[in-house]
């Protein structure tokens, strides 16, 4: 079974540039979700989608993060404008269902500098 | 109060001691507990989960949770070189309704 899939793997920016992540969550799973990783720090939760529908998306900056997950497969997040503050891994996770016993699977990241 | 609270380390362990990792939470309603490895660059990894209070056993790992005193604990038996790595509490509320909440990790040393 194919795991989760993030592109790119590395993005260097200068602040107020925009940018956009991938990911491919295992199939079949149908909840997706997007953590930032500040390093140092643990993965903290940006949103949460249940099929294409957002589940949480209480701790995403609205202002300059947008985030959606076309046709409850594939999930793009991005920034505009990005910040400095913005430097970290981006996290995606897949779970088969939206249970409190299931396993989030994530991707390898997608590691974001912001100059 | 922070929600997941670990202490950051650095721990040292002699290989082939245990590794006593400790968690608390303050969200009494929380229902699941996990621990996710992590090595550097890399992303967590699932290493074992817990539902209810107790212990549960899967190999050289041990969780122990006692919700009374929101408190979650992971013991590694027999440590390795390959164990060393920053080890992720967290805590889901239940329901399914939430993600996950991380603790900042604790890296741990396995010193040959």
């Known amino acids: 079974e194919a795991g989760v899939a993030q592109s790119p793997r590395y993005k260097i920016i200068e602040k107020r540039q925009s940018v956009a992540f991938w990911c491919n969550p295992i199939?079949?799973?149908?909840?997706l979700y997007w953590y930032q990783q500040i390093l140092g720090q643990g993965p903290k939760l940006l949103i949460q989608?249940?099929?294409?529908?957002?589940?949480?998306d209480s701790q995403l900056p609205k202002d300059r993060f947008s985030a959606e997950r076309l046709k409850g497969v594939d999930s793009t997040l991005k920034i505009q404008p990005a910040k400095l503050e913005d430097s970290a891994v981006y996290l995606c996770?897949?779970?088969?269902?939206?249970?409190?016993?299931?396993?989030?699977?994530f991707g390898p990241g997608t590691r974001l500098t912001v100059l | 109060q922070k929600e997941v609270e670990q202490n950051s380390g650095p721990l040292s362990v002699p290989e082939g001691a245990i590794a006593s990792l400790n968690c608390t939470y303050s969200d009494r309603v929380s229902q699941s507990f996990f621990w996710y490895r992590q090595y550097s660059g890399k992303s967590p990894e699932l290493i074992m989960s817990?539902?209810?209070?107790g212990d549960k056993e899967d190999g050289r790992f041990t969780a122990q949770l006692n919700k009374a005193s929101q408190y979650v604990s992971l013991l590694i038996r027999d440590s390795q070189p390959s164990d060393s790595a920053t080890y992720l509490c967290a805590v889901m509320k239940g329901g399914g309704a939430d993600g996950l909440t991380f603790g900042k990790g604790t890296h741990l040393i396995i010193q040959p």
């Open positions: 199939s079949g799973h149908a909840t």
């Open positions: 996770a897949s779970s088969p269902r939206w249970a409190s016993t299931d396993t989030q699977y």
């Open positions: 989608f249940q099929n294409n529908g957002v589940v949480d």
């Open positions: 817990i539902y209810s209070n």
